[in-house]
């Protein structure tokens, strides 16, 4: 799988919409993005996925850049149990052994 | 939908002891479940992925004989932490896969919320 960079950590203010960047430049044809966080002591979670084109759930919006070598997945309206580490991922998907290599991932801090 | 749970969500044993994890897929029927270990202020890193009814596949340098993984049914896979010691601490996450009917959306991953041993 590809791997992915990205800011170790960010601050964001309640209310406003937090923007998170993955850099993924050596990601291929058939490897999809996956957006996963964890909460502090507690197993990650599942925000969202996409291939090329834009996705938008009731969590967040992902918007893959037109090469796909990076991503942003954007929290609408970030509230303080956003707070969490964020991690981008890209695998191939098609068999359901594929595996998800986790990164460092950016810790995001929310601020009243 | 596409809940995991497990239990026990925190155990402390005895050094030398075995401990038995389970991980049950709540809502849905996971052909494909995975093991991942966690220490503090470090990421998940994968033990082992386990298809039902067959042996589990350990990723380098994860003891097979010392974690025990068996994956008896589309619902149910345990992890047993066999003869623990204080550095098997650790907080152990499971994972499972719908893998049903193609498309990306059916391959996600969706987590337990984890296990926390503490070997003394």
């Known amino acids: 799988d590809a791997k992915t960079t990205q800011p170790p950590s960010m601050d964001c203010a309640e209310g406003r919409a937090a923007n998170l960047p993955c850099n993924h430049s050596t990601i291929s044809g058939n490897e999809y993005v996956y957006w996963y966080r964890q909460i502090h002591s507690q197993g990650p979670q599942y925000i969202i996925h996409?291939?090329?084109n834009n996705e938008t759930n009731e969590m967040a919006s992902l918007i893959i850049t037109e090469d796909r070598k990076s991503s942003t997945l954007i929290l609408p309206h970030a509230t303080l149990r956003d707070t969490a580490v964020y991690y981008c991922i890209v695998r191939v998907v098609g068999a359901a052994g594929n595996k998800l290599t986790f990164g460092g991932g950016t810790r995001v801090l929310v601020k009243p | 939908g596409a809940v995991v749970s497990q239990h026990p969500s925190r155990v402390i044993c005895k050094s030398g002891t075995s401990v038995k994890i389970e991980c049950r897929s709540l809502?849905?029927?996971?052909?494909?479940m995975f093991w991942y270990r966690q220490f503090p202020k470090q990421s998940l890193m994968l033990m082992a992925t386990s298809n039902e009814g067959s042996k589990a596949t350990y990723e380098q340098g994860v003891e097979k004989d010392k974690f025990l993984i068996n994956h008896a049914s589309l619902t149910l896979s345990t992890l047993t932490v066999t003869s623990a010691h204080p550095e098997d601490s650790s907080f152990y996450i499971c994972?499972?896969?719908?893998?049903?009917?193609?498309?990306?959306?059916?391959?996600?991953?969706?987590f337990g919320p984890g296990t926390r041993l503490t070997v003394l």
């Open positions: 809502d849905f029927q996971a052909t494909t």
């Open positions: 994972s499972a896969s719908v893998g049903l009917g193609g498309g990306a959306g059916s391959d996600t991953q969706y």
């Open positions: 996409g291939l090329k």
